[in-house]
């Protein structure tokens, strides 16, 4: 194992500079570059300093095993249907709300539409699956169809519509979560 790799990954997921980390375990910025290059191994009591620093432990740090779920199934997903708004959403993948991004499909029946959604920080993506959408933004009306997608910041009042007489399908991103 290359801890030091191991250590500059984290200390940059984090969005920690080496100067950052060597402050905050109280080392110099010299040796947490030598570190990361793999030029000398730190003791274990400093390896223990520098991992609390980057949010991990020692047993965390060394276990290998990648037990987060990558693929899920149709099984995996929740759904709810809105009749008013003649609307489904599935939740395509579980718990997706403690993520970065929150993929959705959502289902539009003829005159369908999702919820209007306030102004938030972030950014919309869509690719319109089958049917044809409107993209309601700051008052103003986008058509994407089967086979387009749409991408916008959500700064407006914004919300999406049926465009067409049959059901549209569209997989829809939000980042940050907010469906």
Request: glycine share 6%.
């Amino acid at each position: 194992m290359q801890i030091g790799h191991k250590i500059k990954m984290l200390r940059i997921k984090n969005g920690l500079t080496q100067e950052e980390l060597a402050d905050r375990s109280e080392l110099s910025k010299g040796f947490i570059s030598q570190i990361e290059r793999d030029l000398t191994s730190p003791s274990i009591a400093t390896l223990v300093d520098i991992l609390q620093c980057l949010g991990t432990n020692l047993r965390d740090f060394f276990n290998d095993s990648f037990d987060e779920k990558v693929v899920f199934s149709k099984d995996d997903a929740f759904v709810k249907e809105n009749a008013d708004l003649k609307h489904v959403i599935r939740w395509i993948v579980p718990d997706s709300q403690k993520n970065h991004m929150e993929p959705i499909l959502l289902e539009l029946a003829p005159g369908g539409s999702s919820e209007v959604d306030d102004p938030h920080e972030g950014e919309e993506f869509g690719y319109v699956l089958s049917g044809s959408v409107y993209i309601h933004l700051a008052g103003r009306k986008y058509r994407a169809k089967k086979g387009e997608s749409f991408y916008y910041k959500p700064n407006f009042v914004h919300y999406i519509s049926n465009a067409g007489k049959t059901e549209a399908k569209v997989l829809w991103v939000s980042t940050p979560p907010s469906f």
